[in-house]
């Protein structure tokens, strides 16, 4: 029941329609028997000082941030944690009593799907596609893990220097940025042992695009697709046909929900129901 005592948590961007935390979120307070409710807010970019303002005077306990706010909201907060500062960006909020203190859970939402299949990152050669935001998550978790090399493959330029800039002192020598080709594609994922699409390519409506094609994949790959709606992408089903190993973009999705649910709950968070709700929401089910 929603009542006077409620807790408000959610999420601000532009588009937000899309997403699926308000479905996964409340299907974790509902879990926890926890008086939460979470609830998506559309937040146009030349408004967001203003929605700031707004969930500073409604006492909103946490919010998770996406595109376009994750850079720009800095500005708008209190404190930053370490991770943010480090990646100059955020994705969860989490209200301290009259502090609006800034995280990022991203890192560690890359990361669990990897350790939780054993994999030591230690010694690989990695190569990021894209260079948003979602390739900085990638690229601190990389040199945490301790690649041995990380190569980001971009079509933007200023958004490679961004990145470079954020991520020099995390990443050291490890980081090499070069422009997103068919020529690079193809000589990078031979050298690679690990390849992260960080792109939108493939995302829905556009389910036949590929990042990378077919017969560049191989059997001794892994390849991480962060786009989780199709739960399999055509590059992933390209990777599966060449006996690559895989990893689909909702696990991410889930991992850093959790991780934002802990800093606002201080509750340990129900990581199967929350997976249960993304597949709901993308028309799946656990086996499929």
């Excluded at 961007?13 to 974790?28: E, F, K, T, Y």
């Excluded at 559309?42 to 994750?70: D, F, M, Q, S, Y």
């Excluded at 944690?81 to 859970?105: H, K, M, P, Q, W």
């Excluded at 560690?108 to 900085?136: C, W």
Aim: hydrophobic share 40%; charged share 20%; aromatic share 4%.
């Amino acid at each position: 029941m929603i009542d006077g005592n409620t807790k408000i948590c959610g999420i601000i961007g532009d588009p937000v329609g899309h997403s699926l935390s308000p479905r996964m979120h409340n299907a974790a307070f509902k879990a926890r028997a926890l008086n939460f409710v979470y609830v998506a807010f559309n937040v146009k970019k030349e408004a967001l000082a203003e929605a700031v303002t707004g969930l500073r005077a409604l006492r909103i306990l946490g919010i998770n941030v996406t595109i376009p706010h994750k850079v720009d909201i800095i500005n708008h907060l209190d404190d930053l944690d370490a991770s943010a500062r480090r990646l100059d960006a955020v994705n969860t909020v989490v209200r301290n009593n009259s502090l609006l203190v800034g995280f990022n859970t991203d890192v560690e939402g890359f990361l669990a799907p990897l350790r939780s299949r054993g994999i030591r990152l230690s010694g690989t050669r990695v190569t990021v596609l894209g260079s948003g935001g979602a390739a900085r998550s990638c690229v601190a978790g990389l040199s945490i893990g301790g690649c041995e090399s990380i190569t980001v493959l971009g079509r933007t330029g200023s958004r490679m220097r961004e990145l470079s800039h954020a991520l020099k002192g995390t990443a050291g020598d490890k980081l090499n940025t070069k422009p997103l080709t068919p020529k690079t594609i193809k000589e990078t994922v031979k050298a690679s042992d690990i390849i992260i699409n960080a792109t939108p390519l493939g995302m829905h409506p556009n389910i036949a695009d590929s990042p990378v094609s077919a017969e560049l994949l191989r059997t001794d790959l892994l390849v991480y697709d962060l786009v989780y709606n199709p739960i399999k992408t055509k590059l992933l089903e390209y990777a599966e046909s060449a006996g690559a190993s895989t990893i689909p973009g909702y696990e991410m999705l889930v991992a850093q929900g959790s991780a934002a649910f802990r800093l606002w709950t201080q509750t340990d968070p129900p990581v199967e129901v929350m997976e249960r709700a993304v597949l709901e929401g993308l028309g799946a089910n656990r086996e499929g």
